[in-house]
Protein backbone atom coordinates (compact mmCIF):
# COMPACT_ATOMS: atom_id res chain seq x y z
CA UNK A 1 0.00 0.00 0.00
CA UNK A 2 1.41 3.75 -0.92
CA UNK A 3 2.20 5.99 2.03
CA UNK A 4 1.43 9.58 2.14
CA UNK A 5 3.45 11.09 4.49
CA UNK A 6 1.87 15.01 5.12
CA UNK A 7 4.13 14.75 7.98
CA UNK A 8 6.42 13.11 10.35
CA UNK A 9 6.83 13.15 13.92
CA UNK A 10 10.05 15.42 14.55
CA UNK A 11 11.46 15.47 18.11
CA UNK A 12 13.72 18.54 17.62
CA UNK A 13 11.44 20.48 16.33
CA UNK A 14 8.65 19.85 18.95
CA UNK A 15 11.19 20.58 21.59
CA UNK A 16 11.26 23.73 20.05
CA UNK A 17 10.16 27.53 21.78
CA UNK A 18 9.50 30.51 20.23
CA UNK A 19 7.72 32.42 22.90
CA UNK A 20 7.43 35.18 20.36
CA UNK A 21 5.07 33.52 18.64
CA UNK A 22 1.34 34.11 19.90
CA UNK A 23 -0.45 31.25 20.39
CA UNK A 24 -3.18 31.25 18.30
CA UNK A 25 -6.96 30.18 19.34
CA UNK A 26 -9.45 29.16 16.93
CA UNK A 27 -12.74 27.18 16.45
CA UNK A 28 -12.80 23.34 16.05
CA UNK A 29 -13.77 22.16 12.36
CA UNK A 30 -16.49 20.16 12.80
CA UNK A 31 -17.86 19.66 8.59
CA UNK A 32 -18.67 16.54 7.13
CA UNK A 33 -18.68 15.97 3.20
CA UNK A 34 -21.50 13.91 1.80
CA UNK A 35 -19.29 11.30 0.69
CA UNK A 36 -18.26 10.75 4.52
CA UNK A 37 -21.57 10.37 5.74
CA UNK A 38 -22.54 8.22 3.35
CA UNK A 39 -19.50 5.95 4.39
CA UNK A 40 -20.46 6.30 7.69
CA UNK A 41 -23.72 4.51 7.49
CA UNK A 42 -23.84 1.35 9.45
CA UNK A 43 -19.99 1.21 10.43
CA UNK A 44 -18.44 0.70 13.70
CA UNK A 45 -15.72 2.17 15.83
CA UNK A 46 -13.41 0.91 18.96
CA UNK A 47 -11.71 3.67 20.46
CA UNK A 48 -8.74 1.99 22.65
CA UNK A 49 -7.24 4.89 25.27
CA UNK A 50 -4.06 4.66 26.99
CA UNK A 51 -2.08 7.21 29.30
CA UNK A 52 -2.77 9.90 32.05
CA UNK A 53 -6.17 12.11 32.33
CA UNK A 54 -5.49 14.37 28.91
CA UNK A 55 -5.75 11.47 26.70
CA UNK A 56 -9.10 10.08 28.50
CA UNK A 57 -10.77 13.98 27.53
CA UNK A 58 -8.92 13.39 24.14
CA UNK A 59 -10.59 10.36 23.62
CA UNK A 60 -13.47 11.85 24.90
CA UNK A 61 -13.55 14.49 21.78
CA UNK A 62 -12.53 11.92 19.17
CA UNK A 63 -15.77 9.72 20.19
CA UNK A 64 -17.84 12.92 19.54
CA UNK A 65 -16.32 13.38 16.34
CA UNK A 66 -16.92 9.66 15.33
CA UNK A 67 -20.42 9.49 16.81
CA UNK A 68 -21.15 12.78 15.04
CA UNK A 69 -20.22 11.38 11.59
CA UNK A 70 -22.68 8.27 12.54
CA UNK A 71 -20.28 5.88 13.24
CA UNK A 72 -21.74 2.99 16.10
CA UNK A 73 -19.58 2.21 18.91
CA UNK A 74 -18.89 -1.43 19.07
CA UNK A 75 -16.76 -3.18 21.48
CA UNK A 76 -15.67 -5.71 18.95
CA UNK A 77 -11.96 -4.67 18.02
CA UNK A 78 -12.03 -7.29 15.15
CA UNK A 79 -15.02 -6.26 13.66
CA UNK A 80 -15.11 -2.57 13.94
CA UNK A 81 -14.18 -0.28 10.53
CA UNK A 82 -12.43 2.19 12.80
CA UNK A 83 -10.13 1.19 15.56
CA UNK A 84 -8.23 4.00 16.58
CA UNK A 85 -5.82 3.62 19.52
CA UNK A 86 -5.27 6.67 21.73
CA UNK A 87 -1.76 6.20 23.21
CA UNK A 88 0.57 7.43 25.84
CA UNK A 89 4.51 7.82 25.89
CA UNK A 90 5.80 8.22 29.20
CA UNK A 91 7.34 4.94 30.05
CA UNK A 92 8.26 2.48 27.34
CA UNK A 93 5.72 -0.14 28.63
CA UNK A 94 3.29 1.95 27.48
CA UNK A 95 4.65 1.27 24.41
CA UNK A 96 4.76 -2.15 24.00
CA UNK A 97 1.65 -2.60 25.03
CA UNK A 98 0.28 -1.36 22.02
CA UNK A 99 2.39 -3.51 19.56
CA UNK A 100 1.11 -6.33 21.04
CA UNK A 101 -2.49 -5.06 20.49
CA UNK A 102 -2.02 -4.15 17.10
CA UNK A 103 -0.62 -7.61 16.32
CA UNK A 104 -3.55 -9.33 17.24
CA UNK A 105 -5.44 -7.23 14.52
CA UNK A 106 -3.36 -8.34 11.13
CA UNK A 107 -6.06 -11.14 10.52
CA UNK A 108 -9.37 -9.04 10.66
CA UNK A 109 -7.27 -6.17 8.98
CA UNK A 110 -7.32 -8.04 5.95
CA UNK A 111 -11.36 -9.46 6.45
CA UNK A 112 -12.99 -5.86 6.77
CA UNK A 113 -12.69 -4.13 3.64
CA UNK A 114 -11.72 -0.46 4.19
CA UNK A 115 -10.32 -1.02 7.70
CA UNK A 116 -9.15 2.01 9.09
CA UNK A 117 -6.15 0.99 11.85
CA UNK A 118 -5.50 4.35 13.60
CA UNK A 119 -3.30 5.63 15.97
CA UNK A 120 -3.02 8.51 18.18
CA UNK A 121 -1.87 10.50 20.85
CA UNK A 122 1.39 11.19 22.24
CA UNK A 123 3.09 7.79 21.16
CA UNK A 124 2.08 9.46 17.45
CA UNK A 125 4.50 12.20 17.77
CA UNK A 126 7.59 10.56 18.88
CA UNK A 127 10.15 9.45 15.57
CA UNK A 128 10.97 6.08 16.56
CA UNK A 129 7.83 4.46 17.11
CA UNK A 130 6.01 5.51 13.71
CA UNK A 131 9.23 4.55 12.23
CA UNK A 132 8.79 0.89 13.44
CA UNK A 133 4.81 1.26 12.97
CA UNK A 134 5.22 2.11 8.80
CA UNK A 135 7.63 -0.71 8.59
CA UNK A 136 6.03 -3.30 10.68
CA UNK A 137 2.66 -2.86 10.81
CA UNK A 138 1.52 -2.21 7.04
CA UNK A 139 -2.45 -2.16 8.13
CA UNK A 140 -1.70 0.51 10.30
CA UNK A 141 -3.27 2.91 8.02
CA UNK A 142 -3.83 6.12 9.56
CA UNK A 143 -1.79 8.15 12.31
CA UNK A 144 -2.46 11.59 13.27
CA UNK A 145 -0.95 13.31 16.52
CA UNK A 146 -2.21 15.25 19.42
CA UNK A 147 -2.22 19.06 17.54
CA UNK A 148 -4.95 17.66 15.25
CA UNK A 149 -7.26 15.68 16.68
CA UNK A 150 -10.25 17.97 14.70
CA UNK A 151 -8.42 17.11 11.03
CA UNK A 152 -10.00 13.37 11.79
CA UNK A 153 -12.78 13.81 8.66
CA UNK A 154 -10.09 14.89 6.43
CA UNK A 155 -8.00 12.41 7.74
CA UNK A 156 -10.45 9.13 7.50
CA UNK A 157 -11.88 10.63 4.10
CA UNK A 158 -7.90 10.50 3.01
CA UNK A 159 -7.27 7.43 4.04
CA UNK A 160 -10.47 6.11 2.00
CA UNK A 161 -10.43 7.78 -1.29
CA UNK A 162 -6.74 7.56 -1.81
CA UNK A 163 -6.35 3.78 -0.16
CA UNK A 164 -2.74 5.11 0.79
CA UNK A 165 -1.58 5.17 4.31
CA UNK A 166 -1.79 8.46 5.56
CA UNK A 167 0.85 9.98 8.54
CA UNK A 168 0.21 13.11 9.47
CA UNK A 169 1.90 14.69 12.95
CA UNK A 170 2.22 17.81 13.23
CA UNK A 171 5.63 18.58 15.47
CA UNK A 172 4.36 22.26 16.74
CA UNK A 173 4.41 24.24 19.67
CA UNK A 174 0.67 23.85 19.38
CA UNK A 175 -2.78 26.32 18.87
CA UNK A 176 -5.91 26.40 21.53
CA UNK A 177 -8.77 25.13 20.34
CA UNK A 178 -12.44 25.78 21.49
CA UNK A 179 -15.66 24.24 20.69
CA UNK A 180 -14.18 20.65 20.62
CA UNK A 181 -17.28 18.57 20.12
CA UNK A 182 -17.68 16.13 23.46
CA UNK A 183 -18.94 13.14 24.20
CA UNK A 184 -17.95 12.36 28.23
CA UNK A 185 -17.19 8.79 29.51
CA UNK A 186 -18.55 9.38 32.85
CA UNK A 187 -22.05 11.01 33.87
CA UNK A 188 -21.48 11.76 37.64
CA UNK A 189 -16.99 13.91 37.47
CA UNK A 190 -15.99 15.45 34.44
CA UNK A 191 -12.76 16.46 32.98
CA UNK A 192 -11.95 20.06 32.20
CA UNK A 193 -8.72 21.26 30.48
CA UNK A 194 -7.88 24.37 31.78
CA UNK A 195 -4.23 24.09 29.68
CA UNK A 196 -2.18 22.38 26.79
CA UNK A 197 1.19 21.46 26.96
CA UNK A 198 4.25 21.89 29.00
CA UNK A 199 7.04 24.37 28.93
CA UNK A 200 9.39 22.32 31.66
CA UNK A 201 11.39 20.39 30.46
CA UNK A 202 11.91 17.74 33.26
CA UNK A 203 14.91 15.80 31.78
CA UNK A 204 13.50 12.60 31.90
CA UNK A 205 9.89 13.62 30.52
CA UNK A 206 8.60 13.51 26.82
CA UNK A 207 5.35 15.63 27.63
CA UNK A 208 6.91 18.85 26.70
CA UNK A 209 7.66 17.29 22.88
CA UNK A 210 4.14 15.31 22.49
CA UNK A 211 2.13 17.96 23.71
CA UNK A 212 3.71 21.19 22.90
CA UNK A 213 4.49 24.21 24.52
CA UNK A 214 2.28 25.28 27.27
CA UNK A 215 -0.81 27.37 26.43
CA UNK A 216 -3.98 28.26 28.60
CA UNK A 217 -7.20 28.56 27.56
CA UNK A 218 -9.45 31.59 28.61
CA UNK A 219 -11.02 31.82 32.52
CA UNK A 220 -14.49 33.07 30.29
CA UNK A 221 -13.95 29.73 28.18
CA UNK A 222 -13.06 27.20 31.36
CA UNK A 223 -16.15 28.86 33.46
CA UNK A 224 -18.45 28.41 31.01
CA UNK A 225 -17.78 24.47 30.48
CA UNK A 226 -18.07 24.16 33.83
CA UNK A 227 -21.66 26.27 34.56
CA UNK A 228 -22.30 24.25 31.17
CA UNK A 229 -21.38 20.59 33.21
CA UNK A 230 -23.05 22.03 36.63
CA UNK A 231 -26.14 22.36 34.13
CA UNK A 232 -26.05 18.86 33.02
CA UNK A 233 -26.24 17.14 36.52
CA UNK A 234 -22.68 16.88 37.02
CA UNK A 235 -21.09 16.90 40.34
CA UNK A 236 -17.43 17.01 40.34
CA UNK A 237 -14.88 18.55 37.70
CA UNK A 238 -11.43 18.24 37.83
CA UNK A 239 -9.44 20.98 36.49
CA UNK A 240 -6.84 19.43 34.32
CA UNK A 241 -3.10 20.95 32.98
CA UNK A 242 0.37 19.38 32.91
CA UNK A 243 1.01 22.16 35.23
CA UNK A 244 -1.83 23.45 36.33
CA UNK A 245 0.23 26.17 38.55
CA UNK A 246 1.49 27.42 35.97
CA UNK A 247 -2.04 28.66 34.64
CA UNK A 248 -1.99 31.69 33.01
CA UNK A 249 2.01 32.58 32.71
CA UNK A 250 1.22 32.72 28.61
CA UNK A 251 -1.82 34.88 28.73
CA UNK A 252 0.35 37.71 30.43
CA UNK A 253 -2.80 38.68 32.24
CA UNK A 254 -2.53 39.20 36.30
CA UNK A 255 -6.20 38.55 36.13
CA UNK A 256 -5.51 34.85 34.49
CA UNK A 257 -3.45 32.89 37.96
CA UNK A 258 -4.62 29.83 38.74
CA UNK A 259 -5.80 30.96 41.99
CA UNK A 260 -8.31 33.26 40.17
CA UNK A 261 -9.50 30.51 38.30
CA UNK A 262 -9.97 28.45 40.97
CA UNK A 263 -11.58 30.70 43.09
CA UNK A 264 -13.97 31.56 39.89
CA UNK A 265 -14.97 27.67 39.07
CA UNK A 266 -15.52 27.37 42.76
CA UNK A 267 -17.45 30.35 42.62
CA UNK A 268 -19.82 28.59 40.26
CA UNK A 269 -21.29 26.27 43.35
CA UNK A 270 -20.55 22.71 41.44
CA UNK A 271 -20.30 20.58 44.11
CA UNK A 272 -16.54 19.45 43.79
CA UNK A 273 -13.50 20.90 42.38
CA UNK A 274 -10.53 18.98 42.24
CA UNK A 275 -7.29 19.77 40.19
CA UNK A 276 -4.22 18.17 38.62
CA UNK A 277 -1.07 17.99 37.95
CA UNK A 278 0.84 20.75 40.01
CA UNK A 279 4.10 21.57 40.24
CA UNK A 280 5.82 22.45 43.35
CA UNK A 281 7.87 24.84 41.84
CA UNK A 282 5.06 27.43 40.93
CA UNK A 283 2.82 26.89 43.86
CA UNK A 284 1.56 30.15 45.29
CA UNK A 285 0.19 30.48 48.75
CA UNK A 286 -2.96 32.75 46.96
CA UNK A 287 -3.90 28.83 45.73
CA UNK A 288 -4.00 27.68 49.17
CA UNK A 289 -6.00 30.38 50.56
CA UNK A 290 -8.53 30.14 47.74
CA UNK A 291 -8.11 26.02 48.75
CA UNK A 292 -9.18 26.63 52.63
CA UNK A 293 -11.84 29.45 51.81
CA UNK A 294 -14.54 27.34 49.22
CA UNK A 295 -16.15 24.60 50.75
CA UNK A 296 -16.61 22.81 47.36
CA UNK A 297 -12.71 22.20 46.31
CA UNK A 298 -12.02 19.40 47.89
CA UNK A 299 -8.93 19.01 50.78
CA UNK A 300 -6.99 16.80 48.40
CA UNK A 301 -3.49 17.33 46.34
CA UNK A 302 -1.04 15.82 43.73
CA UNK A 303 2.25 16.98 44.50
CA UNK A 304 4.71 15.15 42.64
CA UNK A 305 8.26 14.67 44.33
CA UNK A 306 9.93 12.70 41.77
CA UNK A 307 13.11 12.38 44.17
CA UNK A 308 13.88 13.61 47.43
CA UNK A 309 17.60 14.25 46.67
CA UNK A 310 18.58 17.81 45.51
CA UNK A 311 21.24 16.87 43.29
CA UNK A 312 18.93 14.24 41.18
CA UNK A 313 16.36 17.47 41.25
CA UNK A 314 18.41 19.48 39.96
CA UNK A 315 19.56 16.69 36.94
CA UNK A 316 15.95 16.54 36.79
CA UNK A 317 15.46 20.00 35.99
CA UNK A 318 12.63 20.17 38.64
CA UNK A 319 12.98 23.84 39.72
CA UNK A 320 13.18 22.88 43.64
CA UNK A 321 15.32 21.35 46.03
CA UNK A 322 13.95 18.71 48.93
CA UNK A 323 13.51 21.72 51.61
CA UNK A 324 11.47 23.98 49.09
CA UNK A 325 9.19 20.93 48.65
CA UNK A 326 8.99 20.65 52.41
CA UNK A 327 7.72 23.62 53.33
CA UNK A 328 5.53 23.84 50.92
CA UNK A 329 3.78 20.84 52.53
CA UNK A 330 4.33 22.53 55.73
CA UNK A 331 2.26 25.91 54.42
CA UNK A 332 -0.32 23.79 52.57
CA UNK A 333 -0.97 21.70 56.09
CA UNK A 334 -1.39 25.47 57.71
CA UNK A 335 -4.12 25.75 55.58
CA UNK A 336 -5.77 22.07 55.48
CA UNK A 337 -4.50 20.36 58.00
CA UNK A 338 -6.33 17.07 57.00
CA UNK A 339 -5.61 17.43 53.68
CA UNK A 340 -4.53 13.77 51.76
CA UNK A 341 -1.55 13.99 49.94
CA UNK A 342 -0.37 12.22 47.25
CA UNK A 343 2.78 12.21 45.28
CA UNK A 344 5.04 10.68 42.13
CA UNK A 345 8.24 9.35 42.89
CA UNK A 346 10.84 8.02 39.94
CA UNK A 347 13.28 5.48 41.29
CA UNK A 348 16.44 4.64 39.53
CA UNK A 349 17.34 8.30 37.72
CA UNK A 350 20.50 7.58 36.13
CA UNK A 351 23.71 7.23 38.27
CA UNK A 352 21.32 7.38 41.14
CA UNK A 353 23.45 6.21 44.54
CA UNK A 354 22.10 4.66 47.41
CA UNK A 355 22.29 7.98 49.26
CA UNK A 356 20.55 9.81 46.73
CA UNK A 357 17.58 7.17 46.76
CA UNK A 358 18.11 6.89 50.76
CA UNK A 359 17.25 10.99 50.88
CA UNK A 360 14.02 9.96 48.52
CA UNK A 361 12.78 7.76 51.43
CA UNK A 362 13.81 10.11 53.98
CA UNK A 363 11.30 13.01 52.44
CA UNK A 364 8.39 10.25 52.24
CA UNK A 365 8.73 9.15 56.01
CA UNK A 366 8.91 12.69 56.57
CA UNK A 367 5.94 13.76 55.00
CA UNK A 368 3.42 10.15 55.29
CA UNK A 369 1.72 10.40 51.56
CA UNK A 370 -1.47 8.92 51.34
CA UNK A 371 -1.00 7.63 48.52
CA UNK A 372 2.07 7.95 45.82
CA UNK A 373 1.90 6.88 42.23
CA UNK A 374 6.22 5.12 41.57
CA UNK A 375 7.89 4.80 38.51
CA UNK A 376 11.14 3.04 37.51
CA UNK A 377 12.87 5.53 35.66
CA UNK A 378 12.79 4.44 31.70
CA UNK A 379 14.73 6.29 29.53
CA UNK A 380 12.85 8.67 26.20
CA UNK A 381 14.54 8.65 23.55
CA UNK A 382 15.15 12.63 22.67
CA UNK A 383 14.79 13.24 26.22
CA UNK A 384 18.42 14.75 27.79
CA UNK A 385 17.82 12.01 30.14
CA UNK A 386 17.84 9.32 27.83
CA UNK A 387 21.64 10.36 26.57
CA UNK A 388 22.95 10.40 30.60
CA UNK A 389 25.38 7.32 31.75
CA UNK A 390 23.71 4.93 34.14
CA UNK A 391 25.21 2.74 36.14
CA UNK A 392 22.69 1.17 38.58
CA UNK A 393 21.68 -2.12 37.09
CA UNK A 394 17.57 -2.62 36.28
CA UNK A 395 17.67 -5.23 39.66
CA UNK A 396 18.86 -2.52 41.82
CA UNK A 397 16.36 -0.48 40.38
CA UNK A 398 13.93 -2.72 41.54
CA UNK A 399 14.58 -3.73 44.91
CA UNK A 400 14.95 0.36 45.76
CA UNK A 401 11.56 0.27 43.71
CA UNK A 402 10.37 -2.34 46.04
CA UNK A 403 11.75 -0.72 49.72
CA UNK A 404 10.02 2.64 48.34
CA UNK A 405 7.03 0.60 48.20
CA UNK A 406 6.97 -0.33 51.17
CA UNK A 407 7.28 2.99 53.12
CA UNK A 408 4.42 4.93 51.13
CA UNK A 409 2.20 1.27 51.62
CA UNK A 410 2.79 1.98 55.30
CA UNK A 411 1.97 4.98 55.73
CA UNK A 412 -1.13 5.07 53.36
CA UNK A 413 -2.18 1.73 55.60
CA UNK A 414 -1.51 3.45 58.33
CA UNK A 415 -3.50 6.95 57.22
CA UNK A 416 -6.51 5.16 56.19
CA UNK A 417 -6.88 2.82 59.02
CA UNK A 418 -7.33 6.72 61.40
CA UNK A 419 -10.72 6.72 58.74
CA UNK A 420 -12.51 4.08 60.63
CA UNK A 421 -15.06 5.47 62.94
CA UNK A 422 -15.48 9.00 60.72
CA UNK A 423 -18.71 9.86 58.86
CA UNK A 424 -17.16 11.31 55.26
CA UNK A 425 -19.59 12.29 52.25
CA UNK A 426 -19.09 10.08 49.49
CA UNK A 427 -19.46 10.94 45.74
CA UNK A 428 -20.73 7.65 44.42
CA UNK A 429 -19.62 6.37 40.94
CA UNK A 430 -19.43 2.89 39.93
CA UNK A 431 -20.48 -0.43 40.73
CA UNK A 432 -17.86 -2.11 42.68
CA UNK A 433 -15.42 -4.50 40.04
CA UNK A 434 -14.57 -7.41 43.46
CA UNK A 435 -18.34 -7.15 44.20
CA UNK A 436 -21.54 -6.44 42.38
CA UNK A 437 -23.45 -5.49 45.47
CA UNK A 438 -21.20 -2.92 46.25
CA UNK A 439 -21.29 0.76 44.86
CA UNK A 440 -17.74 2.99 44.84
CA UNK A 441 -17.30 6.11 45.34
CA UNK A 442 -14.95 8.94 46.24
CA UNK A 443 -14.90 10.82 49.52
CA UNK A 444 -13.74 14.81 49.76
CA UNK A 445 -10.41 13.51 50.25
CA UNK A 446 -10.35 11.51 47.43
CA UNK A 447 -10.55 7.83 49.62
CA UNK A 448 -11.99 5.00 47.95
CA UNK A 449 -14.90 4.03 49.82
CA UNK A 450 -16.96 0.94 49.06
CA UNK A 451 -20.51 0.32 50.30
CA UNK A 452 -23.63 -2.07 50.11
CA UNK A 453 -26.01 -0.22 47.99
CA UNK A 454 -27.38 -0.19 44.36
CA UNK A 455 -26.72 1.64 41.65
CA UNK A 456 -29.20 3.96 41.95
CA UNK A 457 -26.59 5.54 44.11
CA UNK A 458 -24.72 6.51 41.45
CA UNK A 459 -24.09 10.13 41.18
CA UNK A 460 -25.40 11.15 44.28
CA UNK A 461 -23.13 12.30 47.32
CA UNK A 462 -24.17 10.83 50.67
CA UNK A 463 -22.58 10.46 54.49
CA UNK A 464 -21.17 7.51 55.09
CA UNK A 465 -19.93 5.83 58.43
CA UNK A 466 -16.45 4.22 57.79
CA UNK A 467 -16.56 0.55 59.57
CA UNK A 468 -12.87 -1.02 58.01
CA UNK A 469 -10.27 0.24 56.25
CA UNK A 470 -7.12 -1.50 53.59
CA UNK A 471 -4.31 0.31 51.96
CA UNK A 472 -5.85 2.02 49.54
CA UNK A 473 -9.95 1.49 50.11
CA UNK A 474 -12.27 1.85 52.75
CA UNK A 475 -15.59 -0.13 53.22
CA UNK A 476 -18.70 1.96 54.88
CA UNK A 477 -22.40 2.38 55.79
CA UNK A 478 -24.66 4.04 54.52
CA UNK A 479 -26.59 6.44 56.63
CA UNK A 480 -29.85 7.44 56.11
CA UNK A 481 -30.90 10.86 54.59
N1 LIG B 1 2.80 16.82 34.43
C1 LIG B 1 2.72 15.94 35.49
C2 LIG B 1 2.65 14.48 35.11
C3 LIG B 1 3.58 13.95 34.12
S1 LIG B 1 3.58 12.26 33.76
C4 LIG B 1 3.81 16.26 36.47
O1 LIG B 1 4.72 16.99 36.17
O2 LIG B 1 3.77 15.78 37.57
C5 LIG B 1 3.23 11.45 35.27
C6 LIG B 1 4.41 10.91 36.00
O3 LIG B 1 5.11 9.97 35.23
C7 LIG B 1 5.46 11.93 36.36
O4 LIG B 1 5.12 12.68 37.46
C8 LIG B 1 6.67 11.07 36.61
O5 LIG B 1 6.75 10.65 37.95
C9 LIG B 1 6.43 9.87 35.71
N2 LIG B 1 7.35 9.86 34.57
C10 LIG B 1 7.47 10.78 33.60
N3 LIG B 1 8.46 10.46 32.74
C11 LIG B 1 8.98 9.29 33.19
C12 LIG B 1 10.04 8.45 32.75
N4 LIG B 1 10.77 8.74 31.68
N5 LIG B 1 10.30 7.31 33.46
C13 LIG B 1 9.58 7.01 34.55
N6 LIG B 1 8.58 7.77 35.02
C14 LIG B 1 8.27 8.90 34.35
FE1 LIG C 1 6.79 16.21 32.21
FE2 LIG C 1 7.89 17.82 33.98
FE3 LIG C 1 6.09 18.78 32.27
FE4 LIG C 1 5.32 17.14 34.20
S1 LIG C 1 6.20 19.19 34.49
S2 LIG C 1 4.72 17.04 32.05
S3 LIG C 1 7.05 15.75 34.42
S4 LIG C 1 8.11 18.00 31.75
FE1 LIG D 1 1.10 9.68 28.42
FE2 LIG D 1 0.88 11.78 26.89
FE3 LIG D 1 -0.38 11.71 29.18
S1 LIG D 1 2.74 10.66 27.26
S2 LIG D 1 0.93 10.45 30.46
S3 LIG D 1 -0.76 10.39 27.48
S4 LIG D 1 0.47 13.51 28.20
Redesign the pocket.
Known amino acids: MAITIKSFPDLKKAGKRNYQEKIQTRLASKTISPFLRNWAKGKTFNLQTSG ?1 QANVRDSEIITAFLENLGLQHTDNIYQANVVIFNTCA ?3 NAEKKIYGELGQLKQSAKEIPQKIVAICGCMAQEEKPMRYIKEHFPYVNLVFGTHNIDSIYALLEACLTSENRIFDVISTTGEVVEDLPSSRFDKTKAFVNIMYG ?1 D ?1 F ?1 T ?4 PYTRGRMRSRSIEEIVKEVNSLKEQGYKEVTLL ?3 VNAYGYDLKDPNSTFDKLLEAVAQTNIPRVRY ?4 PGYFTEDVFKVMAKYDNIMPSL ?1 L ?1 L ?1 SGNDNILKRMNRHYDSKKYLDLVKMLRSYIPDVYLTT ?3 VGFPNETEEEFEDTLKVCKEVNYDNA ?8 DG ?1 P ?1 YYMPDDVTYEEKLKRFNRLKEVIDTSATISASKEVGKIVEVLFDTVSKRDKTMISGYSRHFRLVHVKGDPSLIGQIRKVKIIESHTYSLIGELLSE
Open positions: CIRECNCYCIVGQNTTSHHPQDIIYTFIFSPRTA
